[in-house]
């Protein structure tokens, strides 16, 4: 084993040593980098229509908007980096009920106008058994 | 020589560079989800494979399916059961390969349940305003005893000729309602089309009925990005909570029946208010998982859960458990081999099967 090192070390100096390194934290920083590109989402909430995007809604600007649906209005409310259902038809009120979401992965479901509203990401949660 | 050496360097990092680039790359992998509004709740798939492409044809079958079968078991809708209910009590009526099968399980489950598990109520479950469109109209009513006894006293049955393939019922009092199990066939019928489409993972989630498997990690060379799929549990008197998280690292089904999913309240004066997770003091909360015996919705627990192989055991298992109540329920359970259960009773206790013991949960409601 010495002989290997004693080898080794007679073509590559320190520096060497140093570049081989460098490229192994250039290579770890990178891929640490790139893993996760949507947890830094938290940014959007996307509102479904049936199952097809409708909007895009930006947390970081406050408004108000009304989706129209198979059983009527939808209201739904950005406020402070925050989103909620405002109004909805239905007789359960699940989606009004469920008030504010803001972390990635949360989503608001709006089944009677099949609304659904969701702030992509991880949450750790990957569903609800409801 | 000296020269040589510095050209032989550059070329090592050049490969190590390479390589680590290849390795990460190798690791990469496409997550491809969808939804769709099926059976009155929506229905929706996330699916991993190396291959995007792969993926999202694999999605795009396993909807197709689905919207199939969503007909085929509609209680009132074109298929062959909507075709029994109408004239089966006349004649019989031919059934298709999937209504069969569901026949077969149900006609299982009502027996090891001791009929907490039937899927003759259909009437009975339409007396109390529960029909198909509930999510829509959404009035429920309490049905007189005048309007309940004969639907309880009716011998209520079904006999399936496997030869013919035909169905017949025992009597008009019957309605066949596969509420309590036909979701959990086709999460099933889907898991089966995303398996032969060889991905990595996948989950279904039909409203709460879920299902997942994982048939191969993330993998980068020797090694294994593991990591189970963390499925929450509905806390059945808040929206905003849940009771607990379980990690599912092996294939597993969750299905949930819960006295909140479709439900109204009634005070003395007979005036009707609409569904809530959290009670209402001085209201009385009438839900849509009935006993078949006494043809009132099931008292003693609130929510069921139950983990099993197969999103069909699952569903079919958490309305008998919720009928069953907790003692009876818990028994079921612990008679059965690979399925677990949390349930939470009407006094706010959760109760877990043996087989959960080491889980992270409360024991009271929060």
Known sequence: MNEFWR??????????????????????????????????????ALVRLEGKMVEQLPLTEDREITII???????IQVHAGRVRVVESPG?????VRQGWIQKPGEALICVPNRVTIEIPGNSGIDAISR | MRQTISVLKILALGILALSLVFIYFQGQVAVVQDEKYLLGTYFRIKAQSRSRERAE??????????????EEFSRTGAGSLGELNRRGFQEPVKLSEDVITVFEAAQKYRELSHGAFDPTIGKLVDSWGFTQDWDRTGVGRVPSPEVLRPLLEDTRDFSIDLVTKTGQLSSASVEIDFGGIAKGYIVDRVVAILQESDLDNALVDAGGNI????????????WEDRRPF??????????????????????RALATSGDYQRCFFADVLGNIFPCRYADEPGKTRYHHIIDPKTGMPARGLISVTILAPTAMEADALSTAVFVLGPE?????????????????TDERRILKSPGLAD????????
């Open chain 2, 359 to 366: 889980i992270n949960f409360p024991t009271e409601l929060p």
């Open chain 1, 91 to 95: 007789p359960q009120q699940v989606c």
């Open chain 1, 69 to 75: 649906g198979p059983a009527g209005e939808t209201v």
């Open chain 2, 328 to 344: 009876k329920g818990l028994e079921l359970v612990e008679r059965l081999e690979n399925i677990e259960c949390i349930m939470v």
């Open chain 2, 230 to 251: 963390r499925i929450a549990v509905q806390h059945p008197r808040d929206e905003q909570k849940v009771l607990g998280v379980l990690a599912i690292w092996e294939d």
């Open chain 1, 7 to 44: 080898t080794v070390n007679r073509y590559l100096t320190w520096g060497d040593y140093i570049v081989i390194g460098l490229v192994f934290l250039g290579a770890a920083a990178t891929v640490s980098l790139l893993r996760r590109p949507v947890e830094a989402g938290g940014q959007w």
């Open chain 2, 211 to 222: 299902r997942v498997f994982n048939s191969y990690p993330r993998r980068v060379l020797w």
């Open chain 2, 57 to 70: 044809r694999a999605v795009q079958a396993a909807f197709e399916e689905a919207e199939r079968l969503a």
